[in-house]
T-cell receptor, first 114, second 114 residues
Framework: DAAVTQKPRYLIKMKGQEAEMKCIPEKGHTAVFWYQQKQSKELKFLIYFQNQQPLDQIDMVKERFSAVCPSSSLCSLGIRTCEAEDSALYLC????????????FGEGTRLSVL | TQTVSQSDAHVTVFEGDSVELRCNYSYGGSIYLSWYIQHHGHGLQFLLKYYSGNPVVQGVNGFEAEFSKSDSSFHLRKASVHWSDSAVYFCAVSRSSGSWQLIFGSGTQLTVMP
């Protein structure tokens, strides 16, 4: 089955600690997106990779996050210094470049910052 | 600026009822419109999308949506809901060219009573 895999499912960090979550995109997909979702509300776009290169990201990611796709089969999203407001579900999605196929989403990593 | 509005935060119906979840958007160019479903604690699952052609599109599990350019709407409908349809439903838009970077509405929690 087509799938985007995210690890870990749950992550607990203390305020000030570093956090890292991983995403394995669907095989053959060249675009990877990260979204942040708080309390089952709307998803907030964070960053977009095409062929492992970041093409668009919001200011918050530039300032406090680290995001890379070292290979076509693995991407990671990190938070350098966790804050309470970072507690959220982080969703990764992937899609083929252009085309008609809608993106697939992973199950997400739920980060709790204590 | 693209925006997506889902005016109903909560909709409650009984099993077997029909339901319509509303979505309005604003964007001046060509766009893809899509609907996703999110069960509690999980990622998003794609339901259906529209770009051009027949304004009524069929999706999975008996869902359909109708595009209206004059109303700037893309409402989701189902003729007879099941308790398992209880979830949060998100409407999303993306530019037709380039990436599948999505802008989401705030979501509608659908509760189906037995």
């Amino acid at each position: 089955d087509a799938a985007v895999t995210q690890k870990p499912r749950y992550l607990i960090k203390m305020k000030g600690q570093e956090a890292e979550m991983k995403c394995i995109p669907e095989k053959g997909h060249t675009a990877v997106f990260w979204y942040q979702q708080k309390q089952s509300k709307e998803l907030k776009f964070l960053i977009y990779f095409q062929n492992q290169q970041p093409l668009d990201q919001i200011d918050m990611v530039k300032e406090r996050f680290s995001a890379v796709c070292p290979s076509s089969s693995l991407c990671s999203l990190g938070i350098r210094t966790c804050e309470a407001e970072d507690s959220a579900l982080y969703l990764c999605s992937s899609s083929p470049r252009g085309g008609n196929q809608a993106p697939l989403f992973g199950e997400g990593t739920r980060l709790s910052v204590l | 600026t693209q925006t997506v509005s889902q005016s109903d935060a909560h909709v409650t119906v009984f099993e077997g009822d029909s339901v319509e979840l509303r979505c309005n958007y604003s964007y001046g160019g060509s766009i893809y419109l899509s609907w996703y479903i999110q069960h509690h604690g999980h990622g998003l699952q794609f339901l259906l999308k529209y770009y051009s052609g027949n304004p009524v599109v069929q999706g999975v599990n008996g869902f359909e949506a109708e595009f209206s350019k004059s109303d700037s709407s893309f409402h989701l409908r189902k003729a007879s809901v099941h308790w398992s349809d209880s979830a949060v439903y998100f409407c999303a838009v993306s530019r037709s060219s380039g990436s599948w970077q999505l802008i989401f509405g705030s979501g509608t929690q659908l509760t189906v009573m037995p």
